[in-house]
């Protein structure tokens, strides 16, 4: 089964936990507007991102993006 990225779910995880954007950068040292891009879907978030993110929050790496089947 082959699974495509949906939306970014970041923005929920910062929501459940105490974490804000520019706390969660200032903790990675990344510009906030490098987790905004994620946020907004702008950019996908690399592996070690999204691993370094989701240890961060607190949740799972698949936590990070709607995950979806591709249909053939």
Same mark, same amino acid.
């Given at each position: ?7 970014? +779910?970041? $923005?929920?995880? +910062? +929501? *459940?936990?105490?974490?804000?954007? *520019? =706390? =969660?950068? &200032?903790?990675? $040292? ?18 070690? !991102? ?6 961060? !929050?607190?949740?799972? !790496?698949?936590?990070?993006? *709607? +995950? =979806?089947? *591709? &249909? &053939?």
């Amino acid at each position: 089964m082959k699974i495509m990225l949906g939306r970014c +779910l970041l $923005q929920d995880r +910062l +929501l *459940e936990s105490p974490m804000t954007v *520019e =706390l =969660l950068a &200032k903790a990675l $040292q990344y510009k906030p507007e490098r987790i905004s891009d994620f946020i907004a879907n702008k950019r996908v978030m690399p592996l070690q !991102v999204a691993i370094s993110i989701a240890n961060t !929050v607190g949740c799972e !790496v698949t936590e990070l993006y *709607e +995950l =979806l089947e *591709e &249909k &053939k």
